[in-house]
């Protein structure tokens, strides 16, 4: 595939500007010796591609000759191999993007949004790396009591709405808090995820797409 510099697009306004100066039918040839230096740093600002490395040597030996507007010596060979892998590159289809990773996913449905963790003591440093890898705006992590967990103090947090899901830790939160808290979420229309391992963002982006990835799939 052409490089983003050695584009077909590049290539084919370079032939039309070159065969304007050696057909001698341009009307501002001042501006065709511009267009033409733009376009030929533009193309060598990349990589060739396999196809074109004829093409680049080409280019590099043209590119001192503009400032003196002097055409290249072999003024046609360049302008066949121009057109050839111009057109070699307009019929090669794009190459296919890698797919998204979990986390990158989840990252493209959440980003901006706020996520709740429920349970245990908070964690900055993990706070942290969930905003990171998916792009949140925050990562709400209140402070619960493990002797007598109320779920009153915690539903002002489900109720926010800029929360976009819920994480519940269920080996850190006692049996009345697990037990409570999906139907809390469900009142609030706000997606929860039960998460009985460890909680880095591969680990949660793995549970979510499980558990909740339809709701967060969107249209």
């Not at 230096?37 to 600002?45: E, G, N, S, Y």
């Not at 949140?136 to 007598?148: D, F, G, I, R, Y």
Request: hydrophobic letters at 40%; one cysteine or more; charged letters at 30%.
């Amino acid at each position: 595939m052409l490089s983003v510099a050695m584009d077909a697009k590049t290539l084919n306004r370079l032939r039309f500007h070159l065969e304007r100066l050696v057909q001698a039918t341009s009307t501002d040839p001042e501006e065709d010796w511009e267009k033409l230096a733009t376009l030929v740093r533009a193309a060598l600002a990349g990589p060739a591609p396999a196809d074109g490395r004829d093409l680049r040597r080409r280019l590099v030996e043209f590119e001192p000759r503009l400032a003196e507007r002097r055409l290249p010596e072999d003024v046609f060979g360049l302008n066949r191999e121009l057109e050839r892998v111009a057109k070699a590159g307009a019929h090669k289809p794009p190459t296919p993007s890698a797919p998204r990773t979990p986390v990158e996913e989840l990252a493209a449905r959440l980003a901006g949004r706020t996520l709740l963790v429920i349970g245990g003591d908070p964690r900055r440093e993990h706070q942290e790396r969930l905003r990171a890898a998916f792009g949140l705006a925050e990562v709400l992590w209140p402070q619960t009591s493990e002797t007598n967990p109320s779920v009153a103090v915690l539903e002002p947090y489900v109720a926010r709405p800029e929360v976009a899901l819920v994480l519940l830790l269920i080996k850190l939160n006692r049996h009345g808090v697990t037990e409570e808290i999906p139907g809390l979420c469900k009142r609030h229309g706000k997606p929860v995820v039960r998460l009985t391992g460890g909680y880095s963002p591969e680990q949660v982006a793995e549970q979510i797409h499980k558990q909740v990835g339809k709701r967060l799939a969107g249209p």
